[in-house]
């Protein structure tokens, strides 16, 4: 309805008039005392007969957001934060989210729009974000569609709400890939209970989705299809990792994640980058995306032996490459064969001492040291690790092999004049640092 009005309020003759959208008017009231929760006066505007409960009107709304911070070896967190900004909502969603049952019958009950999509959702997005579980359940029953449940599925992962995703999963409005999607979700942010949650409602656990993967170290952030083991094991979140184990889902997949990829006629190792490299084992991502406390690593390696070679090398091979110390302590506290031979089809071969070498990493090496690997162990083609940290001139590993061996004076002397006959270029900047050996 249009009226005419001017600006003192009035109808006089002879004023200067301007039209009026009254409808537009007590509807944005309605917004605007939905908002700022008076009751009195949105029900006196529902009960004008010109207004529109489903009109859409703009509000400085402050509404939960999520943000998952990334932490090296440990696991991945998420933090709630408040934000602040200009949006469109509609009087049901503004109810939904300040809790306010009594005016969220009200507008139902004069028919407010419940599958109304906004820039922040729909009304079940907004009651499963701010935690209003009893709302949430009369929305459900006054209409939500599928899609309306599925997205408040989502967000109930995203902000571990595992009492909401429960009485979405029972509306039988869930697809199974949404369904999938949001267990995936939930594992990779460690909220466990959404996890159990779900999979008690009969997610399949063994499904695969795609979903966005991150790591700081190594660094990571893609897209991958995955399970939800994989997922978790990569935001290292141990406690998903058991519940899952324990709930006996399949371990036998495999997964394009990791950053290496290595020549099997020459031995060489190539970096490709993260999710470039060949498919691999969960166990092989344990290693890559290793938990700083192992218990991950342990937990999988109690249904794969360590010793399970992938295209002719192991998961200690794999450590190796991968620098990290912590992992190989595990492997090799869990079983691992610290001689096993990288073969290659030209009949290179090499032992796990003989990468450590060549790469110049002297934790490793003095971890293979103190568990006992032969460190006089020659590659197919003679070369002992000493050989190699002299060609390739790694002067810390260099040291820890000597130290480690306690040679005398005129054993390294001798030893020095066998590299230098081999290695003449190499061993020239090596010798300055062992002026205090």
């Not at 301007?18 to 006066?41: I, M, N």
């Not at 070369?383 to 001139?393: G, H, Q, V």
């Not at 820890?400 to 061993?427: E, G, M, N, T, Y």
């Amino acid at each position: 309805m249009t009226v005419f009005g001017h600006s003192s309020g009035g109808f006089l003759a002879g004023k200067q008039v301007f039209p009026v959208d009254y409808e537009t008017e007590v509807s944005q009231r309605l917004v605007e005392a939905s908002h700022s929760g008076d009751l009195k006066s949105a029900l006196e505007c529902i009960a004008d007969s010109y207004v529109d409960v489903n009109f859409i009107g703009a509000v400085c709304l402050k509404s939960r957001k999520t943000e998952v911070l990334l932490h090296d070896e440990s696991a991945d967190e998420v933090r709630i934060e408040y934000e602040e900004f200009k949006t469109d909502v509609t009087a049901l969603f503004l109810a939904v989210h300040a809790g306010n049952l009594i005016l969220v019958r009200k507008l139902l009950s004069v028919g407010a729009d419940v599958n109304q999509k906004l820039f922040r959702g729909y009304a079940t997005t907004a009651a499963v974000r701010e935690g209003h579980l009893e709302i949430l359940e009369i929305l459900i029953k006054a209409g939500a569609s599928q899609p309306a449940c599925e997205e408040a599925l989502l967000e109930a992962s995203c902000l571990g709400r595992a009492r909401h995703a429960e009485l979405l999963m029972r509306s039988d409005l869930i697809r199974p890939s949404v369904a999938v999607h949001a267990l995936v979700i939930a594992c990779c942010r460690g909220f466990v209970d959404v996890v159990d949650t779900l999979m008690k409602c009969g997610v399949d656990a063994n499904a695969t989705d795609r979903v966005l993967l991150q790591s700081s170290r190594p660094s990571l952030h893609t897209n991958v299809d995955c399970t939800a083991l994989v997922a978790a094991i990569v935001s290292r979140q141990t406690s998903v990792v058991r519940l899952l184990l324990q709930a006996g889902i399949r371990t036998d997949t495999k997964v394009r994640l990791g950053a290496w990829s290595w020549d099997t006629n020459t031995g060489e190792e190539i970096r490709v980058g993260a999710g470039l490299a060949e498919p691999y084992a969960v166990t092989w991502c344990a290693v890559e995306y290793f938990e700083s406390s192992g218990s991950i690593l342990r937990m999988l390696l109690q249904h794969h032996s360590p010793n399970t070679p992938h295209f002719g090398r192991t998961l200690v091979h794999h450590a190796i490459l991968c620098g990290n110390a912590g992992a190989l302590d595990v492997l090799l506290e869990c079983g691992a064969d610290i001689e096993f031979p990288v073969r290659t089809t030209r009949k290179t071969e090499f032992r796990p001492i003989h990468i450590a070498a060549r790469l110049g990493l002297p934790k490793i090496v003095q971890v293979l040291i103190e568990a006992g690997c032969n460190v006089n162990s020659q590659t197919g083609s003679g070369d002992t690790a000493l050989m190699i940290c002299a060609r390739y001139r790694q002067e810390e590993c260099l040291k820890v092999l000597a130290c480690q061996l306690s040679w005398s004076v005129c054993k390294f002397d001798c030893w020095i004049k066998q590299v230098v006959a081999r290695f003449p270029a190499c061993i020239t900047r090596c010798s300055s640092g062992w002026e205090d050996y």
